[in-house]
């Protein structure tokens, strides 16, 4: 049974003076993301869940990203998991799979414009992008991908990542050798949910710094489940299969 957390809420974080939220006096994390393929369920509610469950690793704006076929269904704002969603968007993000992050900012400013999942256009279809994690070498991806007429619509690193996807699909490779290429290019520590009209992409860098682990769901066919910690994978009742 689906644990009843709240889907709206009013609580708002501390303001100093100047209007920006107080930052908490201890370490914070970087980012939550979450992925789940499951055919006839409800993917956005539980990704809603999985998010909440992770909310502790960022709290500045969340994000879902579902896949019906070869539309994709998005909604994104800025606050805590159950005040960005409520039953209502939920309802408004039909699909098979999804992708969903919760941000706390370590590259690009804390707007609207850089909460994720990062969306893409491509020949072969909308890419859905969720990314924790950080690149050391964006000056040189950012340079490379000008040279390629590539153009940005935010300042963060993993919109990079994604339109260094989409430009390998838009050369012409398929989806995965799309990836591999543009993942050649990306140095740094990441962990990466990727949704495509071909399927869910799960991804960490050659290090394993980042955490990322997946479960499946107990239903035949079997669904699979990608989440930051176990914890978003226990909330929806997804057994862990490994990291």
């Known amino acids: 049974m689906m644990p009843q957390q709240p889907l709206s809420s009013d609580p708002h974080p501390a303001q100093t003076q100047d209007g920006y939220a107080q930052r908490p006096d201890k370490p914070e994390e970087a980012c939550g993301v979450f992925g789940v393929y499951a055919p006839g369920d409800d993917v956005a509610k539980l990704t809603y869940f999985g998010l909440y469950a992770l909310q502790h690793r960022g709290q500045e704006s969340a994000g879902i990203a579902t896949f019906e076929g070869n539309k994709v269904h998005l909604y994104k704002n800025m606050g805590l998991v159950p005040q960005v969603f409520n039953e209502t968007i939920l309802a408004e993000l039909p699909g098979d799979m999804a992708v969903g992050h919760t941000r706390y900012s370590t590259t690009g400013s804390s707007r609207i414009a850089n909460a994720q999942p990062a969306i893409v256009e491509t020949r072969l279809g909308t890419l859905a992008l969720a990314h924790n994690g950080n690149l050391v070498n ?59 009209p071909a399927g869910l992409m799960g991804v960490r860098d050659p290090n394993g710094v980042r955490p990322l682990v997946i479960g499946t769901l107990e239903t035949t066919p079997q669904r699979y489940v990608l989440a930051s910690e176990t914890c978003g994978l226990d909330i929806i009742g997804a057994e862990y299969l490994r990291m």
């Open 138 to 196: 964006t000056t040189q991806l950012r340079e490379h991908l000008l040279q390629r007429n590539c153009n940005f619509v935010t300042t963060t690193d993993s919109e990079m990542v994604a339109i260094a996807i989409g430009n390998e699909v838009d050369s012409g490779k398929d989806w995965l050798d799309a990836a591999i290429s543009a993942f050649g290019r990306c140095s740094g520590a990441y962990s990466l949910v990727i949704g495509t």
